[in-house]
C-alpha cells in the first residue's frame, strides 16, 4: 500500500490479558497546492491520487471545468534556500493552467489550512462557497430504480481496499444509472475523496458527468452537494444523513439528493423524479 497506511504499535484491550500488537492505520499529511507557484491550500490528505485530487479542488472551485484547461500538474520541491531540504516529498503539487485559463481569484485562498473533516473551513465568506456552476443539473434526463441505488453501497464496499486493513476511510464512488461502477477514490477526508473522483473524470475528459451517481460513505454536507453540482452530477446519494443546507442546495440546483442508503431502504430529500 505504499504511503497509504503505516504500522503502528497498540495495546489491545478487552480481554483478560491486554496484548500488544502492531496495527494498520491510514496516513494522513499534508498536501500544499499551488497555482503558478503560488500556494492556494493546504489540505490534510491520504496520499495517492494526488493530481486527481488537485484537479477536483479547482473544478469545485470553478477555477477548471475542461481537461484543456490544464497544461501541467507536477510534484514540486519544498523550501529552498540555506539550510532547507530541497528534497521532493511529494506533499506540494504545483499546477499550470493553459494559456487565457484566469488564475483562480485570490478570495478562494484559505486563511489556514483545511483539515481532513472541513474542506471549507477558512472560506474568506459564504459567497465564495456558491460557486456558480457551469452546468445545469436540473434538465438531464438520466433516470434511476430503487433497486440499482440499493446495490450501489455494497458494490462500493467491496471496491474499498484500504479501508479493509484501516477501517479509517472514506470514499466516494461514480455510477452509471445500472449500477456499474466508474471510479472509487478513498481519502481521511470526505471532500477529498469525492475531488479525486471529480479530478480523474477531468483528466479523462469526462465532465460535465451527465447521466452519473455519486455515493459517499458517509453524511451528505452542503461542500459536497456543492462538488457534485460544479461537476454536472445529477445525483447525490449518502449512506447517512444529509444536512439541511444540502438538501436546500440540491432543490435549487435540481439535484436528486438521496440519504441513508442501507440496503433496500433510503430517504429520497430532492429531486424524487429521477426514481422511477
Not at 499551488?34 to 489540505?43: E, I, K, S
Not at 500538474?73 to 487565457?100: F, K, Q
Amino acid at each position: 500500500m505504499g504511503r497509504l497506511t503505516a504500522r503502528r504499535k497498540v495495546l489491545r484491550l478487552g480481554g483478560q490479558t491486554p496484548v500488544e500488537r502492531p496495527d494498520t492505520l491510514v496516513v494522513e499529511e499534508p498536501l500544499e497546492i499551488r497555482v503558478g507557484g503560488r500556494a492556494l491550500v493546504v489540505t490534510m490528505r491520504t496520499p495517492g491520487d494526488d493530481m486527481d485530487l488537485a484537479a477536483g479542488f479547482l473544478v469545485s472551485e470553478g477555477v477548471v471545468s475542461e481537461t484543456s484547461d490544464l497544461r501541467a500538474i507536477r510534484y514540486c520541491a519544498g523550501a529552498s534556500g540555506p539550510g532547507a531540504d530541497e528534497g521532493n516529498t511529494y506533499n506540494i503539487l504545483d499546477v499550470d493552467l493553459s494559456p487565457g485559463v484566469p488564475a483562480p481569484d485570490p478570495s478562494l485562498e484559505r486563511s489556514f489550512y483545511t483539515t481532513s473533516s472541513c474542506g471549507l473551513c477558512g472560506k474568506a465568506s459564504l459567497d465564495a462557497v456558491r460557486t456558480a456552476a457551469r452546468w445545469s443539473v436540473a434538465d438531464d434526463p438520466m433516470t434511476l430504480t430503487p433497486a440499482a441505488l440499493a446495490e450501489m453501497p455494497e458494490r462500493l464496499r467491496e471496491a474499498q481496499r484500504v479501508f479493509d486493513k484501516t477501517g479509517g476511510l472514506h470514499a466516494a464512488g461514480l455510477f452509471t444509472a445500472e449500477g456499474e461502477l466508474l471510479v472509487l477514490r478513498e481519502d481521511v477526508g470526505r471532500h477529498n475523496a469525492v475531488d479525486k473522483v471529480v479530478g480523474w473524470a477531468l483528466r479523462e475528459g469526462r465532465l460535465p458527468l451527465r447521466g452519473c451517481v455519486l455515493l459517499v460513505s458517509g453524511r451528505a454536507s452542503f461542500e459536497l452537494t456543492q462538488k457534485a453540482w460544479m461537476a454536472g452530477i445529477p445525483v447525490l446519494a449518502a449512506v447517512s444523513a444529509p444536512s439541511s443546507l444540502a438538501v436546500d442546495l440540491a432543490e435549487e440546483a435540481g439535484m436528486t439528493l438521496v440519504g441513508f442508503l442501507r440496503g433496500e431502504t433510503m430517504n429520497a430529500y430532492a429531486g424524487t423524479h429521477r426514481l422511477t
